[in-house]
């Protein structure tokens, strides 16, 4: 029988001494993890007078992560053990940890260094040193090192085409924006502790949680290229123990920007989002069962120190990541006391997220808690934060008054999944109102009638923000509004072009009023300003997107011939799809399909739909003739 860790602790137990233990006030428990592909992990637990091997790792103080051979040379009773050699340890970060350690494998005549952290070293590990809260010690991204690959060279060629013929515009901002996007690929700087190749925000010094986040989402089109995702690997490498994730950090040093409790310090949570969003695309359930963990510590970090009593979520016009918006006075920096909608949503949203990816990778020990908690966060959401005479869900003070500011955050709801149908209707009319949401270009980060919007956009005090509208769009789709989908997608992708047109360059957000960049707004910005040029066009103006199961579904709105070739497939290999110039958009559809590999296509358009299941070869479809 081949060893294993389970083996390996169970021999482990003979050697235990009493007469070794050392007194302490409580039982100290120390995890030991294998990572995959032969993931396992055990605890030790040691009271005064007994030592317990116990499954996994739910009650670990420390996790000791390591490859089955390091630990098979360091677990021999009366032999010195390096520990810090070829392992990872996780929850090591106070004075007492390594007390805590030697404690526990002292009892088993297995000496270490016992070497301590000066927590008042900035940089040192226990600079913001909390608890191990699991299942953070299940996060195996500090086993990684940096081995950076060469970063690959912009090659048309090797991306998705856009074809639009009756719009050249889309099709140049597009090109702009994947070209762009290949000259901010960074590797990591040696200091900085991170493990994997990037995109950089390019905003200043700094990587941003919510825009890396978004960049991966139009980064899934280029992944055969360079693993956009990846990106987030940056963040989960610096996961702290008790599961918290700052939010922005040093690119070249890998510090936190932000200590935890700073109210500017994280946010939104939209980690599982990307993730989910890129299993949809890939097919990758190895990635899943990865960052599934470092999810889920996060969420719960979230859900533990960003409550209020009452069941809402706090955060700060930064940690919403929309800095400046009027809706909570004097906030950029502080939550002042307000329950705040995006936060409340995006914490439901996350809730049935992670029950889902919970039950791909056969994780569902969580899953009733999240289920509790969702439907806590709904009731909550609905009675609290629901305004009848506005139609709207607004942030609320402390004395329970509702915002006067109509907010784009509140149209994660939609995402969400918790707005009731007849409330859906009211919150989704907002985008087809000129006195709120339907200005010159849509959507605006706040309404048109919220105290403080400016029509230059103010950053974001009415700014037009690729975010944002990505989220909104996807919102539509869940409550059954792909005709609007549409519309506000060729509407925005539309003033895109033009701006880029007559600067000659894609910008961080756009003014509401007028076609134009914001004042203020960045230059040159992919960033998440790609998802306007290149994940909105080919998702909801094209209208191609990929289910959960593989295939692929088009909804056909557009009368031009357009479609995408080389659009990339599971396998790695692309596929060509185009539809010919229709006298109108209720004209059945021709389709011209060539695929290399087995391909399910489900297309829609006014009036029919159709669904094949194509060999591969080249195909005509044309279901009305």
């Not at 235990?16 to 032969?38: E, I, Q, R, T, W």
């Not at 690119?251 to 989002?273: C, I, K, L, M, Q």
């Not at 502080?334 to 439901?348: F, G």
């Not at 908690?373 to 506005?390: D, I, K, S």
Request: net charge negative; charged share 20%; glycine share 10%.
């Amino acid at each position: 029988m081949s060893l294993s860790l389970h083996r390996l602790l169970e021999s482990l137990l003979d050697a235990f001494d009493p007469g070794a233990v050392l007194p302490h006030y409580k039982p100290s428990v120390v995890g030991f993890l294998v990572p995959a592909p032969h993931k396992e992990s055990w605890s030790l637990r040691l009271d005064d007078d007994g030592v317990a091997l116990l499954p996994g790792l739910a009650e670990a103080e420390i996790v000791v992560q390591a490859p089955l051979d390091v630990f098979e040379r360091g677990l021999t009773p009366g032999q010195p053990w390096d520990i810090w050699t070829g392992t990872n340890i996780v929850g090591y970060g106070s004075p007492g940890d390594s007390a805590l350690l030697s404690r526990v494998l002292g009892a088993f005549h297995i000496a270490i260094d016992g070497r301590r952290v000066d927590v008042r070293q900035p940089r040192a590990a226990a600079y913001f040193a909390m608890p191990l809260r699991h299942p953070a010690g299940e996060n195996v991204f500090g086993m990684r090192r940096a081995a950076p690959a060469p970063l690959p060279d912009y090659d048309p060629d090797r991306l998705p085409g856009l074809v639009a013929d009756d719009h050249p515009g889309w099709v140049a901002a597009y090109d702009y924006a994947w070209e762009t996007a290949f000259a901010n690929l960074r590797q990591p700087a040696p200091e900085s502790g991170f493990v994997s190749n990037f995109i950089d925000t390019a905003f200043n010094e700094c990587t941003f949680l919510w825009d890396s986040c978004f960049m991966t989402m139009f980064g899934r089109y280029g992944t055969h290229v360079f693993p956009f995702i990846g990106t987030l690997d940056n963040f989960y490498v610096k996961q702290h123990p008790d599961g918290f994730i700052c939010r922005e950090i040093n690119t070249d040093t890998g510090e936190d920007r932000f200590t935890p409790h700073d109210a500017r310090s994280t946010g939104p949570n939209v980690f599982a989002w990307a993730e989910w969003l890129h299993y949809q695309f890939t097919g990758d359930r190895a990635r899943l069962e990865t960052v599934f963990p470092v999810l889920v510590a996060y969420h719960h970090w979230l859900r533990d120190w960003r409550t209020w009593p009452g069941g809402g979520l706090w955060t700060s016009g930064l940690g919403s990541g929309m800095d400046n918006q009027s809706r909570v006075p004097d906030s950029q920096w502080h939550h002042r006391h307000h329950t705040w909608v995006d936060a409340t949503m995006q914490q439901a949203l996350n809730c049935r997220l992670l029950g889902q990816i919970g039950a791909i990778v056969g994780q569902t020990a969580y899953n009733a808690g999240l289920e509790a908690e969702y439907r806590a966060l709904e009731a909550f959401v609905n009675a609290r934060l629901w305004n009848e005479a506005t139609g709207f869900y607004h942030d609320v003070g402390p004395d329970g008054a509702p915002s006067p500011v109509k907010t784009v955050g509140a149209y994660w709801g939609l995402l969400a999944g918790i707005v009731p149908d007849d409330r859906a209707r009211r919150l989704i009319a907002h985008l087809d109102d000129p006195a709120t949401f339907r200005r010159p270009h849509r959507v605006p980060s706040q309404s048109a009638d919220s105290p403080g919007y400016r029509n230059d956009g103010g950053y974001w005090l009415g700014g037009v923000w690729s975010p944002t509208n990505y989220m909104v769009l996807h919102g539509l789709l869940a409550h059954g509004a792909p005709e609007l989908a549409h519309a506000i997608a060729c509407e925005h992708v539309d003033r895109v072009a033009r701006v880029f047109a007559e600067t000659g360059t894609l910008w961080e957000n756009y003014a509401p009023e007028f076609p134009g960049p914001s004042r203020p707004a960045k230059p040159n910005f992919v960033g998440w300003t790609g998802l306007s040029a290149i994940g909105i066009p080919i998702e909801f103006a094209i209208g191609l997107r990929r289910e959960s199961d593989g295939a692929l579904a088009w909804d056909i709105r557009l009368a031009e011939r357009h479609g995408v070739v080389r659009y990339p497939l599971r396998s790695g290999q692309q596929a060509d799809l185009l539809c010919e110039r229709r006298a109108g958009p209720d004209e059945p559809p021709r389709l011209r399909v060539r695929t290399p590999e087995r391909l399910t296509l489900r297309a829609q358009w006014a009036g029919g739909a159709g669904a094949w299941d194509l060999d591969p070869g080249e195909h005509t479809l044309a279901p009305g003739g």
